[in-house]
């Protein structure tokens, strides 16, 4: 397979990258932090610590969006780092949701909370290797990442699944399970305030993707002018 040229007036590795380089370090620094000294717990104590675990995919979001592609083309990255990604997905992620499954206390449903964010982050880095824009990876991201945190999935598993429990038949009227939601509420969502909560939230992930950036940047001009 050819190898792509580099422009002749291309700018050096390091400085091409450097943005790259130092948040995708950060995040996975912030990554070994988090699933290494932070309890796997479905409980989330404090908005904080919930703002703390979301870190590593900010970081990781800049350092795929600021990734040079002309240099990644050029390093053959694109047939290094996508089936990577899939090795982490098929080969740790996989394994570990089997393994604890069934174990008392598991560990599952924060394996699959972890997972999400990664495969929010490969579909990114497709993307951006594929030729993507900057400000394309980085909707995609934030698109995604809301959508995960909107309730969405709760929903689903109410309505999708043919529940005979009385505990998920018919919907709660209040959703004690959702930390995600409780964390930033200060209290459960009733079932009302949860289908609320969702609709925001599916909303701004569709903003995020839809609202041209110019319109952005003149509401910003704007604000800043306004006294």
Not at 35 to 46: D, F, G, Q, V, Y
Request: aromatic letters at 12%.
């Amino acid at each position: 397979m050819p190898v792509d040229a580099l422009p002749e007036h291309r700018a050096p590795f390091l400085r091409a990258n450097a943005v790259t380089l130092v948040a995708g370090t950060t995040g996975l620094a912030l990554a070994a932090i988090v699933w290494l000294r932070l309890p796997h717990e479905h409980t989330i104590e404090s908005l904080w610590i919930f703002l703390f675990k979301l870190l590593p995919f900010v970081a990781m979001s800049v350092a795929i969006a600021w990734l040079d592609p002309a240099w990644a083309r050029w390093l053959r990255l694109p047939m290094i780092l996508i089936p990577c990604c899939f090795l982490i997905f098929y080969a740790v992620f996989i394994p570990r949701m089997f393994f604890v499954a069934g174990e008392p206390g598991s560990e599952y449903y924060y394996t699959v909370l972890t997972l999400v964010p990664f495969i929010i982050l490969s579909i990114a880095l497709a993307y951006r290797l594929g030729g993507g824009s900057r400000s394309g990876t980085l909707r995609l991201c934030g698109a995604m990442i809301i959508l995960q945190l909107s309730g969405l999935e709760d929903l689903a598993f109410l309505v999708i699944n043919p529940h005979t429990d009385p505990a998920w038949t018919p919907i709660p009227e209040v959703w004690h399970w959702a930390e995600h939601i409780r964390v930033r509420l200060g209290h459960y969502p009733a079932k009302h305030e949860a289908y609320i909560f969702i609709a925001v939230h599916v909303a701004l992930a569709i903003a995020v993707l839809a609202v041209p950036g110019r319109a952005v940047l003149s509401l910003t001009r704007r604000l800043r002018r306004s006294p």
